[in-house]
T-cell receptor, first 112, second 111 residues
Framework: GAVVSQHPSWVICKSGTSVKIECRSL??????MFWYRQFPKQSLMLMAT?????????EQGVEKDKFLINHASLTLSTLTVTSAHPEDSSFYIC????????FGQGTRLTVV | QKEVEQDPGPLSVPEGAIVSLNCTYS??????FMWYRQYSRKGPELLMY????GNKEDGRFTAQVDKSSKYISLFIRDSQPSDSATYLC???????????FGAGTTVTVRA
């Protein structure tokens, strides 16, 4: 089946720094990718829709200047958490679709 | 009211038992219904995919959708310890794969 690779799988950063998370579709082209956030024992919450070659569409309540999304090619979308703070610590997951939604393995971000 | 409601459990069953999971939803426009399995600190993997109302069976898994009641179910027969995971229901308005998820139900199958 199609594979979506997410990197890094975990990252620890200092408060105030920025962190970039990559999401790649390995064997298919994805014009649209999605970014989700998941808190412990809670569901996945859609943050934004990443569109190749155009601006991302953010869900209500998600700060677009805080969570920068770039979808520069048909196989790569990146999420940059800018000026990270401890409350940004979470599990971030991307998905790309080809007949079904395939999810990356997730990135656990810890901001200290 | 959440758009998708799912009892988080936890649910513990003996090996070989039938696991019954369900979700309710409020948006009658949802057309596509999915069940995902998620192991700890991993991304979700698709188990079942159903369009509109009806039943679908795949091996030990059966998914049911009742749009009139806004209720979906997943049954796991002959459960195994390897089925221990969190099960998430998800649904979407169209096949654009923009998904609304339930909270997930944590299942433990005891050997």
């Amino acid at each position: 089946g199609a594979v979506v690779s997410q990197h890094p799988s975990w990252v620890i950063c200092k408060s105030g720094t920025s962190v970039k998370i990559e999401c790649r579709s390995l064997d298919f082209q994805a014009t649209t990718m999605f970014w989700y956030r998941q808190f412990p024992k809670q569901s996945l919450m859609l943050m934004a829709t990443s569109n190749e070659g155009s601006k991302a569409t953010y869900e209500q309540g998600v700060e677009k200047d805080k969570f920068l999304i770039n979808h520069a090619s048909l196989t790569l979308s990146t999420l940059t958490v800018t000026s990270a703070h401890p409350e940004d610590s979470s599990f971030y997951i991307c998905s790309a679709s080809r007949s079904q939604a395939f999810f990356g393995q997730g990135t656990r971000l810890t901001v200290v | 009211q959440k758009e998708v409601e799912q009892d988080p459990g936890p649910l513990s069953v003996p090996e070989g038992a039938i696991v019954s999971l369900n979700c309710t939803y409020s948006n009658s426009a949802f057309q596509y219904f999915m069940w995902y399995r998620q192991y700890s600190r991993k991304g979700p993997e698709l188990l079942m995919y159903t369009y509109s109302s009806g039943n679908k069976e795949d091996g030990r898994f059966t998914a049911q959708v009742d749009k009139s009641s806004k209720y979906i179910s997943l049954f796991i027969r002959d459960s195994q310890p390897s089925d221990s995971a969190t099960y998430l229901c998800a649904m979407s308005l169209s096949n654009d794969y923009k998904l609304s998820f339930g909270a997930g139900t944590t299942v433990t199958v005891r050997a």
